[in-house]
């Protein structure tokens, strides 16, 4: 009678360590393959990161003393900017905090090579049209989580432009900057324009005309300083 009662007991018992064992088997191979997964995912992630962007954000400011209107913006030969656009700043006074607007671009970078950006504008005080050509490593540029590249065009005095890839604040007074190229631009007095003649001529013109600019380092540098107004 005892040995009959201990197999009735001992049975279902094995039946249900037999369940569990087979749960926590489930439960491993689900582990399993979600760090499996997980880990795929990384990878792919660390790869496109290491390879080709997958975006532009870009945005635009200048020096505080010199506001452009830029008449044209081409990336990789791509028209991105047509039409005439007003560019104010303070970038040699704010950077990294400079807070000019972002554009968001989906195309297709090469992460091994350059980008090329090509630039048409005119100073707004001094009336002077300019014209650059700048190739940049996109290895030089600053990537966000989106996997995309930042970079800032920033207009100088006398044709200076920069393309600036500031690496984002972790603290307010933090202010580490990086430019990944620049370039003196090209005088193109036939296209010197003066649009103070008419402060309505593009939307917010006159209020960037009223706009008292604090003295950066607009005076102090920039490209050929000292030349006459054409």
Not at 87 to 105: C, F, I, K, T, Y
Not at 139 to 148: E, K, T, Y
């Amino acid at each position: 009678m005892t040995i009959q009662a201990s197999k009735s007991v001992s049975s279902p018992l094995r039946a249900g360590v037999r369940a569990l064992s087979q749960t926590l088997a489930q439960i491993q191979a689900q582990t399993l393959a979600q760090t499996l997964a997980l880990a795929l995912f990384l990878a792919t992630v660390a790869g496109c990161r290491q390879g080709d962007p997958a975006g532009l954000d870009l945005s635009f400011s200048s020096y505080a003393q010199t506001p452009v209107v830029l008449t044209e913006f081409r990336v990789n030969d791509v028209v991105l900017m047509p039409g005439e656009r007003l560019v104010q700043g303070l970038a040699d006074l704010n950077r990294p905090h400079e807070n000019a607007g972002v554009s968001v671009w989906t195309m297709r970078l090469d992460g091994d090579g350059e980008i090329l950006f090509e630039a048409s504008w005119v100073e707004l005080l001094s009336h002077r049209a300019y014209h650059a050509e700048i190739a940049v490593p996109v290895r030089q540029l600053q990537r966000n989580a989106l996997d995309h590249v930042e970079m800032m065009p920033v207009f100088g005095p006398g044709g200076l432009l920069v393309i600036a890839s500031d690496p984002m604040p972790q603290t307010g007074t933090e202010a580490e900057l990086h430019d990944a190229g620049q370039i003196c631009a090209e005088r193109q007095p036939e296209k010197d324009r003066d649009y103070t003649k008419d402060p309505t001529a593009l939307p917010m013109l006159k209020e960037i005309l009223d706009f008292d600019r604090p003295v950066g380092r607009g005076g102090g540098g920039g490209c050929n300083q000292g030349e006459p107004v054409r």
